[in-house]
């Protein structure tokens, strides 16, 4: 139920700390240990590299979860987009471990994949919200992402629990290889949560920055680089599928490869500013565009925004920082699409899931 809120999304958006602490309490033990099912550490630990495979928004998160697993576990990891994988078959490793990220855990192209690697008999680990799914019924493994029923098409309390579950997984299996890591994931995700409510109570700011750049515009373009990249695509999709509004992710270099042609006066460019080796040049790519006349929206992170800033973060763990950066591209997209009189929680042409390939 929605209760007060005029709209499912808007109410998912603001469970995402409780979602958190949620995780933390179901994934930690009295220890203060993760708890995790052995044969998952296991087969984490056994294999020698891991295959991402997932669509939309989940794809995203597992962009990453390939950061967390490579960067804190040492795992190599690969992402696919699951309609892709069957043509671009990959080259496997000797012993491969597929991952399959579902909010729904019913995607029909993921299915497709799954049942193609278990035919090959390699283990699956299934992420989802829904345990009884035919994605997690039908794979070897699952990590149930505590996020509670996602109704709107839009999915945004899903995808900060994936990209938690999949830190978890990573500091679990750091930490069964014996690799020593200078944080604790559930503090870490605790901090998350504070963040996460501090957003949630400053909700005219992007409601603002909403009316501001996007009442009226065609497009509209998201740069970053690395991880805010990665953040980047998931506001583009966030914007386009409930607003309409023509939204593109790029890499920050990328741009002067072809994209800066499309800018116009007026274009409006959100910039992801939230890592500090990167922030010189995300910000160089910003001038670059505000040159050629573009509407610039600069959202970066305490201790690194610079005067002009449209909205500073407040700071987490270096590796979490995602987690809390997409919520203002979450609230922006929200009232873009509600001030263009869009129908919020069932865009035109969308299911919640996509169970035909
Ligand atoms: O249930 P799934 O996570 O497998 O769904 C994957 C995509 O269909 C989904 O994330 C879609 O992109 C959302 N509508 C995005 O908001």
Redesign the pocket.
């Known amino acids: 139920e929605k209760g007060t809120y005029p709209h499912f999304m808007l109410k998912e958006i603001d469970e995402q700390p409780f979602v958190m602490r949620k995780i933390i309490q179901e994934y930690q033990d009295d220890n203060d240990d993760i708890k995790l099912d052995k044969d998952i550490r296991k087969a984490m630990k056994k294999c020698d590299r891991v295959y991402i495979i ?5 794809y995203h998160a597992g962009l990453i979860g390939k950061e967390f697993l490579e960067k804190i576990a040492e795992v190599p990891t690969e992402v696919h987009v699951a309609s892709e994988f069957s043509y671009n078959f990959p080259l496997l490793s000797e012993n491969p471990l597929f991952v399959f ?4 855990g ?2 029909a192209d ?1 299915r497709s994949v799954l049942v193609e690697t278990k035919k090959l008999g390699h283990p699956a680990l299934t992420i989802t919200n829904v345990p009884g799914s035919t994605l997690s019924r039908e794979a070897n493994y699952t990590m149930h992402l505590h996020a509670g029923p996602e109704i709107a ?3 945004t309390k ?1 995808y900060t629990a994936q990209m938690a579950v999949l830190a978890i997984l990573a500091v679990d299996t750091a930490r069964a290889k014996g690799i020593e890591l200078d944080f604790d994931p559930m503090q870490e995700l605790g901090i998350v949560s504070n963040a996460m409510e501090a957003l949630c109570d400053q909700k005219e700011v992007f409601d603002q920055i909403a009316r501001d750049y996007l009442s009226t515009t065609r497009n509209c373009f998201f740069i970053g680089r690395g991880s805010d990249y990665y953040v980047g695509l998931e506001g583009a ?2 914007l386009k ?1 409930i607003s309409y509004i023509q939204a593109e992710g790029f890499a920050g270099g990328e741009l002067k490869h072809g994209t800066i042609a499309l800018i116009e006066d007026g274009t409006p460019v959100i910039a992801l500013a939230t890592q500090e080796h990167v922030n010189g040049s995300i910000r160089s790519n910003v001038q670059e565009v505000v040159t050629r006349g573009a509407n610039d929206c600069i959202i970066s992170l305490e201790g690194l925004d610079r005067e002009g800033d449209a909205f500073v973060i407040p700071k987490v763990h270096r590796l979490f920082t995602p987690l809390v950066s997409v919520l203002p591209l979450q609230l922006i997209s929200y009232y873009a699409a509600l001030h263009r009189d869009c129908d919020v929680d069932k865009p035109r042409n ?1 299911a919640k ?2 169970t035909v390939e």
């Open positions: 997932a669509a939309g928004t989940s990220i579902s909010q729904s019913e995607t993921l098409v839009a999915s899903a999709l966030k599928e969308l899931s996509v």
